[in-house]
């Protein structure tokens, strides 16, 4: 009984770090793509700014 029982923990753990994983993973992707995208906007206005013809 207590071996199928530390099995099922086991297995549940097991189940939940990579559940945590797969949520950072998911979770710094996006904060990627908001830097370069914040970024490119940025430079936008700048070479707007400094040369009228962009």
Request: hydrophobic fraction near 40%.
């Amino acid at each position: 009984m207590d071996r199928k029982k530390d099995e099922i923990q086991r297995k549940y753990r097991e189940q939940m770090r990579e559940k945590k994983e797969r949520e950072k993973e998911d979770g710094s992707s996006h904060t990627f793509e908001i830097v370069v995208v914040l970024a490119i906007i940025i430079l936008m206005f700048f070479f707007n700014s400094v040369f009228k013809a962009f």
